[in-house]
């Protein structure tokens, strides 16, 4: 434990999980849409598709990437097709924003989007194999620390899922409104096209 770059992991845990991304943006569209109470089943979805997710990374962190080093391609491509899909249902609800014209989307949903998360794959893999390498084969430990970024994640989700709460409260005009989601949605487009790779070929060529 002496060996861990406390200040390094503090650090990287809190950039990924407060940053824009899949997780925190479609809460934010979800908080607006339907408030807290009503969104607080998809962030508990989130919340438990990200700890097994982290239990798998940490199983799984240094052999996945050298035995099946093309599915990280895979996993970018599928991760990018369901965040896009995400942006097309919000683009679709900003037409419609009354509250409870649109189901919330559920546990299950915010579970599925861990899987198909390529964010937290790669948060996971880089975390597990670099920072957190000397608690490796310590599965308690493991546990513990997939425990706490869960933790981390709720509070990100949950904050910005307020924020999007907040938001509607003030909003009145149906024009802002709409604005509003038009702009969550561009923001998850954007954030499909980063997951799929596209900016790091374009960087590239």
């Known amino acids: 434990m002496d060996e861990i770059g406390w200040v390094s992991l503090v ?34 979805g989130i919340i438990t598709g990200f700890f097994f997710v982290m239990l798998a990374c940490a199983l799984i962190a240094n052999t996945l990437l050298t035995l099946l080093p093309s599915i990280e391609g895979v ?4 991760g990018a097709l369901y965040v896009a899909w995400l942006a097309v249902e919000t683009l679709r609800a900003s ?5 409870g014209e649109q189901k919330p989307l559920g546990f299950w ?18 975390i597990f194999s670099t920072l957190l390498l000397p608690i490796k084969g310590q599965m308690l430990l493991q546990i513990a620390s997939a425990v706490v970024f869960s933790i981390l994640v709720f509070l990100a989700t949950s904050t ?3 924020f999007g709460s907040a938001i509607r409260r003030k909003l009145r ?33």
Not at 23 to 35: A, F
Request: proline fraction near 5%; include cysteine; hydrophobic fraction near 50%.
């Open 11 to 44: 650090s990287f845990g809190l950039i990924a999980a407060f940053t824009p991304g899949p997780n925190n943006i479609s809460c934010t569209s979800m908080g607006v849409l339907h408030g807290y109470k009503k969104t607080l089943p998809y962030i508990l």
């Open 75 to 78: 996993l970018r491509i599928a």
């Open 95 to 99: 037409y419609h924003f009354e509250p």
């Open 109 to 126: 949903r915010g579970m599925m989007l861990q899987v198909l998360n390529p964010k937290a794959i790669v948060f996971g893999i880089a």
């Open 160 to 162: 910005w899922t307020l």
């Open 173 to 205: 005009n149906a024009n802002v409104r709409r604005a509003v989601n038009i702009i969550l949605a561009v923001m998850l487009f954007y954030t499909a096209v980063e997951l799929s790779g596209l900016f790091d070929l374009v960087r590239q060529s």
